[in-house]
Nanobody, 124 residues
């Protein structure tokens, strides 16, 4: 059974950086694309970033492009989201998700497995 466990969330001030991690278990990690999504209070869950199984291909939401970087370490079965220049609009629960496919996707419906989320709060 596939499990995803996020960690690294917290409370930071605007302009700060934070890295969240997602540890995966249960099947061969390197064959699946991974994604990060977020959900702010009262809003729908939205795409943040995705990375292909090999790590060569990545995609980002326009709102985070140039500030966030997604990466993965297949030897550690872990995907990361490095977040720089955080602002209060980035406050949300951040979710890690895993596809059953090798390529990236920005659509929630394309992700089969989900973690429980980690809270990121950015104060002004």
């Amino acid at each position: 059974q596939v499990q995803l466990v996020e960690s690294g969330g917290g409370l930071v001030q605007a302009g700060a950086s934070l890295r969240v991690s997602c540890a995966a278990s249960g099947s061969i990690f390197s064959i699946n694309a991974m994604g990060w999504f977020r959900q702010a209070p009262g809003k729908e869950r939205e795409f943040v970033a995705a990375i292909s199984g090999s790590g060569i291909s990545t995609s980002y939401a326009d709102s985070v492009k140039g500030r966030f970087t997604i990466s993965r370490d297949n030897a550690k079965n872990t995907v990361y989201l490095q977040m720089n220049s955080l602002n209060p609009e980035d406050t949300a629960v951040y979710y890690c998700a895993r596809r059953r496919d090798y390529s990236t996707s920005m659509y929630l419906r394309d992700y089969y497995y989900w973690g429980q989320g980690t809270q990121v709060t950015v104060s002004s």
